[in-house]
């Protein structure tokens, strides 16, 4: 069903030590949209990784958010719903995924704040000529490190992208062996993390929640 690496994040994706505490409060519709998802694994984000979202988006204030990876928009609803003068712009290469992303915005009463794209995530990034106080990476982990000079250019200053996956259900930390067909993937997320963490225009932290979130300042 799925063309990138995908593990059911019901019940999380790694077993981390702080994940017990790490629970995120969403309204009931938005948690009864994001349990169907669970029950067929669709890939949405888990509790750790959630809970952060939303304390960053908190925290940032954005007005303005692009999403990489809509899925069926249960991240990007939570980011709205805790950034009440936001617009979102996400995008989502699946069309199934995309319709029924827009069906909940719509049942959510996000739909007016939110411009969706059924794409690729690349082909929106080099054509958008937005800026963005937030920009969440949650989309094929390969193309991550061809992302990040361009996300770099849509971020405001001290604008925060935040990058999902990083740690790949452990297989980039040597938690968990790497299995032979996800080598490859794991050495350009290793990339990814190489060069956001070394660049100057960026201030970076790696955390060790979820599945492992890259969070940079843009200086």
Avoid at 66 to 86: C, D
Avoid at 179 to 186: A, F, G, N, S
Avoid at 207 to 218: C, E, P, Q, T, Y
């Amino acid at each position: 069903m799925f063309g990138y690496a995908h593990k059911n994040t019901d019940g999380g994706e790694r077993n981390t030590p702080t994940a017990a505490f790490n629970k995120p409060h969403i309204p009931e519709s938005i948690a009864k949209i994001r349990s169907g998802a669970f029950g067929r694994e669709i890939p949405v984000s888990d509790d750790e990784t959630l809970s952060f979202l939303i304390t960053a988006v908190r925290a940032v204030k954005p007005k303005n958010i692009l999403e990489l990876g809509t899925a069926v928009g249960v991240s990007g609803a939570a980011m709205l719903i805790n950034a009440p003068k936001a617009r979102l712009t996400t995008v989502e290469r699946d069309k199934n995924f995309y319709e029924e992303a827009l069906q909940n915005f719509k049942d959510l009463g996000l739909a007016d704040r939110v411009t969706a794209i059924c794409g690729d995530a690349g082909e929106l990034i080099q054509k958008s000529d937005g800026c963005f106080d937030l920009i969440f990476l949650d989309c094929a982990k390969v193309q991550y490190v061809k992302y990040l000079p361009r996300l770099k250019e849509l971020l405001n200053r001290g604008g925060v992208l935040i990058a999902d996956d990083v740690l790949l259900f452990g297989y980039v930390t040597g938690e968990i062996p790497v299995p032979p067909k996800r080598r490859m993937l794991v050495e350009h997320i290793k990339e990814f993390l190489a060069a956001v963490t070394g660049d100057s225009e960026l201030s970076t932290t790696v955390l060790n929640i979820g599945n492992g979130v890259a969070m940079s300042v843009k200086l």
